[in-house]
């Protein structure tokens, strides 16, 4: 216990301390003590000494009580679209006070200098424990030492309804416990503000037994939705700064290009509009909007660039990744699940399951391109005004590229278009932009990135291919299963305008084990068929493509994107099952039943199976063919854990072998998280994710040649629309008895691909083993 | 000087007569409804309602607009008032059933693309009190110039929205 000057109380480790009296107000007001040398260990990648924006002695503080009995809380996870620091994160914090949902009425998030631990957003839910849980919980113990030594009696006397606490035929409310004091709760963390995990709260205060939960498992409604949809909320597009300059980028024509010479400004027509070189980095502004679109069209248009073709193109790829990629320098890793002698089971196999998956490169695609508002003023500091997964690891990242510290930089967060983990290691594009061209006009700087920008410029999920081999014994069960998988780096966190103009960054992908912008390909698919008796999973990672080859260091940058690497590695091994049980004449979902031993597993296939109407039979269907200009129905499983979360899919097609058109008629999916947090909210997250999803598995592919990317709009690069649909059935599975909340948001959009293709193998007997399957490569495969 | 009838109120405005709609309602009249999504209207996120009808100001010259009716989202609740001859006090604390809906049913996820749903929404049931599923599947992705998108993949929330504004309508509140 720490002893502080004022009276202290122990809060199980962490320290309450408070003044008496204070004139106005008063509150509680739950800051937090860093520990550890972790904080300040210096990293090649991180500056080494930064101070905090938040004095942790003082106000910014995850939880407020005030003496109206409002509360406020704070977390640095940015709100994407999931809702949950609106929703899930109220409710966790009101079960753990045992207040009204209601007395929430503030929360803030995201904003570097109002917020206190960082991360990115993803995870909300923190397997169960997010930080806001394990603060409430800190909170509740220290208001019930107080209400004890207010009321007269012993803590465990004591029982807490709606804010008010009570024993001893006496009760006082929150509100009244704090009035007139300061009192400040200490609570340790530990970890790295600016990386991508940000601080985790230490300890284990005790948690309310989920037996007594009254506020968790409630559809509560999301309140920035009411403020969006009335059009009251500010976005990241709406801030305006006296005196902004508005900007666009003219960037290199090709992504490996330099520049040559800046194309020139008809100072007639645009006679207010600047040109800014740094390096290979052209930027144009202009008082208005309009003024800067035209005047960065006419400069792009003058603009010489040296031509660069260094990539392989999209008709290469696999053969480049295959043949060309140095899969050798990273080390392989292996599952945590392999086990056994797969080789000799697959020497001695009955039956023989051998076969390569492919997965193309995919953006983020924000429905709204990437922009940034950035004030760097004369003394220095900036201020970044954007909407951004994980502002603290920006905020390192300009600090770098700026040549200063951290405290130098303040980003303040705002709604803005989902981009699915783009920026959740610091930047989406454009910010760094905005920093650079504000510092070299001296005022105030909006760049806004243009459709073809975000097509061309920003990152994309990784392409990846896996080999899979599966012996089946006789039985008819699986003795073996061996998957290789093979994805250059998946997270390149350089902010692209730092790159082009020169200036300091972190370093391009390279190999070393202990980052997630490594060339290491770690195993993210948990494998979930437990009897199997032979496993072997490995990863192999290399560069990205382009990357050394390019004279900018660029390439196709990739980054981490909705069920990042999981996606990738669950599509091969669910089509890979699905063509298992189909070479062992079993049905598919019965044959994951039958390799299953966990009960979660073993419920949530029952759900899905129930709840699509599934008919149990092998796969092909009997009537199966793969020719003719009539619609040929199928249906197809899989099956994945991810963030503690179960999650089984049923997708009943139509296939049009002449045209190979799919279309996706019924699409059921099944979710057992353990505690439902918010029906409602988990049930449209999912409904989004399998949207997307069904995008990803028909639809989604970055085109590119030689040189760059040459997808460049929404003809280019086609999402679904509202007919593309199909039914789509939720069914949630609430588990209270697993005792902790898994993720529920992200993950929906990682099960509808290895579904779909194999609906497609059971109306067919054909396989397609690649991602998209667009119609013309499904015609191919119907034709093999 | 072109002048513009938006959310019943004149504007004079300075803006080029070849300026993109949404630069001026965004940037000049400080309206934060239509957002910028793809400058091509390929999207539908910057749409608008001129003379009843759903359109992209991402290319629409702000000349070929001048003295139109544009409303915006922000319009959308005077503009149910209106219709329904709500009183001034009614009206401020009433919005549009088809915003009303959108909350109640929890419709956007990160709601970018929002406001050009709830435009074309508006745009449908004004003129299709009870559209079936297949005509509000028409609404959405053949009737404009190109699909209204949603990259977060709520276009099942979309169509329970509509359902549920046109319930609402229905009942004249």
Known sequence: MVTMSEKTASVLGPTLSRRQFVKAGGALVVGFKLIGPALLKADSAKPATFKNSLDPTLGSSWVEIHPDNTILIRTGKSDFGQGSTFTAYRQIVAEELSAPFEAITTVISGDTDRTPDGSGAFDFLGHGTPNIRKAAAYTYQALLDLASEKLGVPKDKLSVKDGIVSGGGKSISYGDL?????????????????????????????????????????????????????AKETWATDVRLPGMLHARVVHPKTLGSTLVSAGSLDKTKFPNSQVIVKGNLVGVVAPTEWEAIQAADQVASGTKWTEWKGLPGNAKLYQHLREESDWTSAPVQKSKGSKGDVGSALESAHKKHSATYQLSYMKHAPIGPTMAVADVK???????????????????????????????????????????????????????????????????????????????????????????????????????????HYMPAMQDDRPVGAVLAGLPTMPAPQVHSDS??????????????????????????????????????????????????????NYPRELAINEAAALAGADALQFRIDHASEERIINVLKAVRDASGWDTRPSPRSDAASTGSTP???????????????????????????????????????VDPGIVVNPMQLKRNVEGGAVMGISHALFEEVM????????????????????????????????????????????????????????????????????????????AALKS | MVTLNVNGVRHEVSAPDDTPLLYVLRNDLELIGPQFGCGLAQCGACSVLVDGKEVRTCVTPVASVANQEIIT???????????????????????????????????????????????KATELLESNPQPTLAQI?????????????????????????????????AKGR
């Open chain 1, 178 to 230: 704090v009035k007139n004091q300061q009192l400040k709760l200490t609570i340790p963390v530990k970890g790295d503000l600016t990386s991508i995990g940000g601080l985790d709260i230490e300890g284990n205060p005790p948690m309310k037994p989920v037996s007594e939960y009254t506020i968790i498992g409630k559809s509560f409604k999301n309140s920035i939705i009411t403020s969006k949809v009335g």
């Open chain 2, 137 to 169: 599947k028409e609404a959405f992705t053949t009737s404009g110039v190109s699909p209204n998108l949603c990259r977060c993949g709520t276009y099942v929330a979309i169509i329970e929205a509509v359902q549920h504004a046109a319930t609402i309508m």
């Open chain 1, 704 to 779: 590119f040649d030689e040189s760059g990317i040459t997808t460049a709009d929404w003809n280019s690069y086609p999402i679904p629309t509202m007919a593309d649909i199909p039914e789509i059935k939720v069914v949630l599975l609430h588990n209270p008895k697993v005792g902790a909340y898994g993720g529920g948001s992200e993950a929906a959009n990682a099960l509808a691909a290895p579904a779909i293709a194999a609906a497609l193998q059971d109306a067919t007997g054909k396989v397609i083993r690649r991602l998209p399957m667009k119609p013309a490569y499904v015609q």
């Open chain 1, 378 to 484: 004369p003394d220095g500091t900036v201020h970044i005004y954007t909407h951004n997964q994980n502002p603290q690891a920006l905020r390192g990242e300009i600090a770098m590229m700026l040549r200063t510290t951290p405290d130098h930089v303040v980003v303040h967060s705002y709604p803005g278009p989902g981009h699915y983990g783009r920026s959740n290691g610091g930047n989406a594009g454009a910010e760094d932009e905005a920093v650079l061209l504000s510092q070299a006009v001296g005022k105030p700087v909006r760049v806004q990135w243009m459709r073809a920008d975000d097509m061309q410029w920003s990152t994309q999920a990784a392409a990846a291919f896996s080999d899979v081999q599966i012996a089946i014994d006789e039985k008819g069960k699986m003795a073996a299963y061996q998957i290789d």
């Open chain 1, 632 to 670: 040929l129905r199928g249906r197809g499983v899989s099956l994945m854990l991810r963030s503690g979360t179960y999650w089984a899919c049923v997708c009943q097609i139509a296939v049009t072998p002449s045209t190979g058109a799919i279309r996706v008629e019924k699409y059921t999916i099944a």
């Open chain 2, 73 to 119: 989202l922000e319009g959308l609740p005077a503009r149910w008032a209106k219709q329904k001859g709500l009183s001034a006090d009614e009206a401020k604390s009433t919005l549009h059933p088809v915003q009303q809906a959108w909350i109640e049913e929890q419709t956007p996820q990160c709601g970018f693309c929002q406001n050009g749903m709830m435009i």
């Open chain 1, 516 to 569: 997630v912008t490594s060339t290491v390909n770690g195993i993210e698919d948990d494998w979930i068929y437990a009897p199997v008796p032979n496993v072997m999973e490995r990863g192999h990672g290399t560069f990205q493509v382009g990357q050394k080859a390019s004279p900018l260091a660029v390439g196709l940058r990739d980054h981490s994107m909705r069920t990042p690497g999981q996606f990738q590695q």
